[in-house]
């Protein structure tokens, strides 16, 4: 049980870790396309 526990642990900080770097990612490219609209 312990051991189910600290995988699930370890999934849920994948899971953030990849959900960060998704927003970061698709921020960037909003501010990309932004900047192509702009000028």
Known sequence: KTR???IAKN???LFSLF???NL???HKR???L???GAS
């Open 34 to 36: 932004d900047r192509q």
């Open 11 to 13: 999934e849920a900080q």
């Open 24 to 26: 970061v990612l698709a």
């Open 19 to 21: 959900g960060l770097a």
């Open 30 to 32: 909003l501010m990309a």
């Open 4 to 6: 189910y526990r600290g």
